[in-house]
Structure formats: structure tokens, C-alpha cells
């Protein structure tokens, strides 16, 4: 099912995404620090690396540059 080490990287980068949640408070990570009140940490790293994974397929397939949406809500 493809390599393991590819497939935990996600994993390991929504981990250091939310330690730095939990460390700073900015406006973006309401969505995140509102999972981990309801979830496991490790149950919301694996949403969080989805979420991000979700979001690079359409990039990818739509070709289009990433849009921030903090940026494009304003």
C-alpha cells in the first residue's frame, strides 16, 4: 500500500501543526483547538493531515496555485 515513510509524513507534520497550537494562540486555529476539546490528539493530527492532504489533491488536479483563505475572505 504504497511506502510507509511517505504515508506517516503527513501524520508528522499535522503533529508539529498542532504543538504549535497548542503552544500560540493566532486567529486561524479556532477549527483545530475546538477538535482537540472533542478529540484525541493523534485523532486530530489524522484529520488535520486528511484535511491538508484533501486540499494538495485538488490543488494538484485543478492545477491552481495555493490561495489562502484568510487573504481571500477579506
Request: charged share 25%.
Amino acid at each position: 500500500m504504497g511506502q510507509r515513510d511517505i504515508r506517516t509524513l503527513p501524520v508528522s507534520g499535522a503533529m508539529a501543526v498542532l504543538q504549535a497550537v497548542e503552544r500560540f494562540d493566532t486567529p486561524n486555529n479556532g477549527w483545530l483547538k475546538r477538535l482537540l476539546t472533542r478529540k484525541p490528539r493523534m485523532v486530530a493530527a489524522i484529520a488535520l493531515a486528511n484535511k491538508i492532504a484533501r486540499g494538495l489533491w485538488a490543488m494538484m488536479t485543478k492545477q491552481e496555485d495555493y490561495r489562502n483563505p484568510v487573504t481571500t475572505m477579506a
